[in-house]
């Protein structure tokens, strides 16, 4: 893929933001054919005026890559821009970021699409400590096959937690489940079901009910209707088809 002239009209603005954290990175940062700005941590950036198209953490260590993108996208604005790892470094880092890339322009050409649609959200309403909802949408607005995934940790209370959803907002699960309910996001897939304890909302004594004849998890309730003319019993959405 060859990485598009930023002079060319219509390009996206601003500045590939490279975080070598790792020596062996800073020749290929250096070489980059796109705007690059190099850090060695994230204190010097937030020190500097630089627009960011997008971030580049280049490292091999994943527990350098977890902190310093939970960091990025903590921020109000700054945290929804597209964040790109220069190696794999495991499952919770790459949930927080948008992928592994081989080049900076391979970075700079994946971010552009990202960024206009970014570039759409209101300013104040991303700025606005109380409608962290609002970032978080924006940031899924800005992905369209991105996917809230649950990660399973037994060491947490709940087990289950959403890595990036966390990193962007407060009581991310609870504000997942007010999205769903307002009916702003959309179930995809039935992963597990938990019991939580009423009184300290643990989940580790768990017992969930499943199907008799086929040991399947994905139950709910339906209302069912009673014909008394036939006798015959069903959802009550088969009386009305």
């Not at 992963?191 to 009184?199: A, E, F, G, T, Y």
Request: net charge negative; aromatic share 8%; glycine share 6%.
């Amino acid at each position: 893929m060859s990485p598009t002239n930023p002079n060319n009209l219509g390009s996206p603005q601003g500045h590939v933001i490279c975080f070598v954290l790792d020596p062996e990175f800073k020749e290929l940062a250096a070489k980059a054919p796109v705007p690059v700005l190099i850090f060695e941590a994230y204190a010097a950036f937030s020190q500097s005026p630089a627009e960011a198209l997008c971030f580049v953490i280049a490292t091999h260590d994943a527990g350098q890559a977890v902190v310093l993108a939970q960091t990025l996208r903590a921020q109000a604005a700054a945290g929804l821009k597209p964040i790109f790892l220069l190696a794999p470094l495991g499952e919770m880092s790459e949930r927080l970021c948008d992928g592994v890339v081989a080049t900076l322009a391979e970075a700079w050409d994946k971010a552009g699409p990202m960024a206009r649609l970014l570039a759409d959200l209101d300013p104040a309403g991303l700025a606005d400590p109380l409608n962290s909802a609002y970032r978080l949408l924006g940031f899924l607005y800005a992905r369209s096959d991105c996917v809230l995934a649950p990660s399973g940790q037994w060491q947490q209370e709940r087990f289950y937690s959403y890595p990036l959803a966390e990193a962007i907002v407060e009581n991310a699960v609870d504000a997942i489940a007010d999205l769903v309910q307002r009916k702003l996001l959309a179930p995809a897939r039935l992963v597990d079901r938990m019991r939580h304890c009423p009184k300290c909302d643990g989940a580790h004594l768990n017992y969930i009910d499943t199907c008799p004849n086929c040991a399947g998890i994905d139950i709910g309730q339906k209302p069912f209707l009673h014909c008394f003319t036939c006798g015959h019993v069903g959802p009550e959405e088969r009386f009305f088809s």
